[in-house]
C-alpha cells in the first residue's frame, strides 16, 4: 500500500498513531524553533489543533511520501528525519527544491495537485493533516488564514532564493549552502548533514564531483573542516558569508 493511501485508511479508521518517542521529538522541535518568525516556526503550531485531526506515521529511507502530480490532498511536518522535494527534468535528472528538517511543514499546494515529490532521507516521523480540513479550519480562524498566507509567502521566498542561487559560482552556492545548513540543523559550529553529496549537487544544480571538489577546496582555505562524508565544522563563517554575499 502507497503512503496516500495508508494516511486515507489511518483517517478513515480514525486512527492517531504516535508513539512516546515520536511524541517527544515533535515538543523538542517545536521548543528548540519556539522563538523563530519565520512562517513554518508559527506553521507547525497549527498540527497541535484537536481540530484539524493530525496523525503521525512513519516512512522508511528512501520511501515516496508523495509524488508529483498527484492530489495534494494532506499537509505534512516532519516531527523527526528529513525530507526531500524535487522534480524530475526532462533530461532525467533530479532537481531537488527543498530539504525539510524537524519542525518543517512542506506539501501545501496552492492548486488541487502536488508540483513537486517528496521522499524521506532517512527513516522519518511525518504528521500530516488533511488540506481540506485545515483549510476549511481557516474560513472559521483568522489566525489560521493569516498564518497559511505567511506559509505560503515563505514558500515563495524560498523559491525565489533558490532560483537565485542556482546563478551564483560553485563556491557560492556550496557556502551558502553550509551556512543555512548549520542555521537549520544545529545552530553550531559542527554540523552532521543527514543528505548525501548527490542530494547536495541536485540541490545547488552542480556535479557531485563539483561540490566534493568545492568542499576539499573551502577545507585549504580554513573556512571548514570536514569531519568525514556528511560532519562538517565550520571554522570560520565570515568567509563563508562574504562567499554568500
Same mark, same amino acid.
Given at each position: 500500500?502507497?503512503?496516500?493511501? !495508508?494516511?486515507?485508511?489511518?483517517?478513515?479508521? !480514525?486512527?492517531?498513531?504516535?508513539?512516546?518517542?515520536?511524541?517527544?521529538?515533535? &515538543?523538542?522541535?517545536?521548543?528548540?524553533?519556539?522563538?523563530?518568525?519565520?512562517?513554518?516556526?508559527?506553521?507547525?503550531?497549527?498540527?497541535?489543533?484537536?481540530?484539524?485531526?493530525?496523525? #503521525?506515521?512513519?516512512?522508511?529511507?528512501?520511501?515516496?511520501?508523495? +509524488?508529483? /502530480?498527484?492530489?495534494?490532498?494532506?499537509?505534512? !511536518?516532519?516531527?523527526? +528525519?528529513?525530507?526531500?522535494?524535487?522534480?524530475?527534468?526532462?533530461?532525467? =535528472?533530479?532537481?531537488? @527544491? +527543498?530539504?525539510?528538517?524537524?519542525?518543517?511543514?512542506? +506539501?501545501?499546494? $496552492?492548486?488541487?495537485?502536488?508540483?513537486?515529490?517528496?521522499?524521506?532521507?532517512?527513516?522519518?516521523?511525518?504528521?500530516?493533516?488533511?488540506?481540506?480540513?485545515? $483549510?476549511?479550519? /481557516?474560513?472559521?480562524?483568522?489566525?489560521?488564514?493569516?498564518?497559511?498566507?505567511?506559509?505560503?509567502?515563505? *514558500?515563495? %521566498?524560498?523559491?525565489?532564493? &533558490?532560483?537565485? $542561487?542556482?546563478? !551564483?559560482?560553485?563556491?557560492?552556492?556550496?557556502?551558502?549552502?553550509?551556512?543555512?545548513?548549520? &542555521? =537549520?540543523?544545529?545552530?553550531?559550529?559542527?554540523?552532521?548533514?543527514?543528505?548525501?553529496?548527490? *542530494?547536495?549537487? *541536485?540541490?545547488?544544480?552542480?556535479?557531485?564531483?563539483?561540490? @566534493?571538489?568545492?568542499?576539499?577546496?573551502? %577545507?585549504?582555505?580554513?573556512?571548514?573542516?570536514?569531519?568525514?562524508?556528511?560532519?562538517? #565544522? #565550520?571554522?570560520?563563517?565570515?568567509?563563508?558569508?562574504?562567499? *554568500?554575499?
Amino acid at each position: 500500500m502507497d503512503y496516500p493511501r !495508508k494516511l486515507d485508511a489511518m483517517i478513515h479508521h !480514525k486512527e492517531t498513531v504516535m508513539s512516546p518517542q515520536a511524541n517527544s521529538q515533535l &515538543h523538542r522541535s517545536d521548543a528548540a524553533r519556539s522563538g523563530e518568525r519565520s512562517g513554518a516556526a508559527e506553521a507547525f503550531h497549527l498540527f497541535g489543533m484537536a481540530e484539524l485531526g493530525a496523525a #503521525v506515521m512513519p516512512a522508511e529511507r528512501n520511501s515516496e511520501i508523495y +509524488g508529483e /502530480s498527484e492530489p495534494a490532498d494532506y499537509v505534512y !511536518k516532519v516531527v523527526s +528525519g528529513t525530507v526531500r522535494t524535487y522534480r524530475v527534468l526532462s533530461d532525467g =535528472r533530479r532537481q531537488i @527544491s +527543498g530539504f525539510h528538517v524537524a519542525g518543517d511543514v512542506f +506539501g501545501f499546494e $496552492l492548486g488541487a495537485e502536488h508540483s513537486d515529490s517528496a521522499e524521506a532521507i532517512a527513516d522519518c516521523n511525518i504528521m500530516f493533516v488533511r488540506r481540506s480540513t485545515l $483549510l476549511a479550519a /481557516s474560513q472559521r480562524n483568522h489566525e489560521i488564514a493569516r498564518v497559511l498566507l505567511t506559509m505560503t509567502g515563505q *514558500d515563495l %521566498q524560498r523559491a525565489r532564493d &533558490h532560483s537565485l $542561487l542556482l546563478i !551564483k559560482s560553485a563556491h557560492e552556492r556550496v557556502a551558502s549552502f553550509l551556512l543555512e545548513m548549520a &542555521h =537549520r540543523l544545529s545552530n553550531k559550529s559542527e554540523i552532521e548533514l543527514p543528505m548525501s553529496r548527490q *542530494d547536495i549537487a *541536485d540541490y545547488l544544480g552542480l556535479t557531485i564531483e563539483t561540490v @566534493s571538489r568545492t568542499l576539499t577546496q573551502l %577545507q585549504g582555505e580554513a573556512a571548514i573542516k570536514l569531519m568525514g562524508s556528511r560532519r562538517i #565544522v #565550520v571554522r570560520n563563517p565570515s568567509a563563508l558569508t562574504e562567499l *554568500d554575499d
